[in-house]
């Protein structure tokens, strides 16, 4: 399960909140940047309506995590709580993938090609992968229990449909390199959708994974 930091003064001084106005009506703009103002990409966004009497109680959809030239892709992977993810392997050499992550433990013995089933993740949470013959290979599926998600972009933006009639929204960033609040922030807001919300971290990022083990320079602790 997530660790929900909800303490005012932790949140006044992770998160950096800009409003600018409905910039389209349902319609949600989140930016992430660091410390140094630059954006972050690739950061999990995603958002609890309450009150919402529009939310898809439809069926989960189902989504893929490859593996290609010994490398898990994409390296974060987002799904819906209940989906059901396959874990196709394109390389020419077998993989043996896994997760001992809480509630969501898998393993997928060596193999090659693609597995006949895929696996069903009933929890929401962090999923941690990792594949039992090449230890550089790691990557993330984050399951949330909302159907309002997505990744920032290149400069650090995801734009996210929102429902109007909720009276609240519950506003959830994640990503394995950033520090504050062990990676996951999150505000609520009530009333109207907001039009534009700015995530400004304080720490330092983690270095990006590059697939191979290393040691850590000093300086990025």
């Excluded at 993989?95 to 193999?111: A, D, G, M, T, W």
């Excluded at 993330?140 to 990744?151: E, N, Q, R, S």
Aim: glycine letters at 6%.
């Amino acid at each position: 399960m997530f660790k929900i930091y909800r303490n005012k003064r932790l949140l006044l001084l992770l998160v950096t909140q800009l409003w600018v106005g409905p910039v389209l009506a349902g319609m949600l703009h989140v930016r992430v940047v660091g410390p140094d103002a630059q954006p972050v990409p690739d950061v999990v966004v995603f958002v609890q309506q309450n009150g919402s009497a529009n939310i898809d109680a439809g069926k989960p959809a189902a989504a893929i995590m490859d593996q290609r030239d010994k490398r898990f892709a994409p390296h974060i992977l987002v799904v819906q709580k209940g989906a059901a993810v396959s874990f196709p392997n394109s390389d020419v050499i077998a993989h043996h993938v896994y997760s001992f992550s809480k509630l969501n433990r898998f393993i997928l013995p060596l193999y090659k090609g693609t597995p006949p089933d895929a696996v069903v993740f009933q929890h929401d949470g962090i999923v941690t992968l990792g594949c039992n013959i090449h230890d550089g290979m790691l990557a993330y599926i984050v399951v949330v229990d909302t159907d309002v998600f997505a990744k920032t972009n290149d400069d650090g933006r995801v734009e996210l449909a929102v429902d109007d009639s909720a009276s609240s929204y519950e506003v959830s960033i994640w990503s394995p390199r950033i520090r504050d609040a062990e990676g996951h922030l999150v505000q609520t807001v009530s009333g109207d959708a907001p039009g534009e919300m700015t995530f400004a971290l304080e720490k330092k990022l983690r270095p990006a994974h590059i697939d191979r083990l290393e040691s850590v320079a000093w300086d990025e602790y």
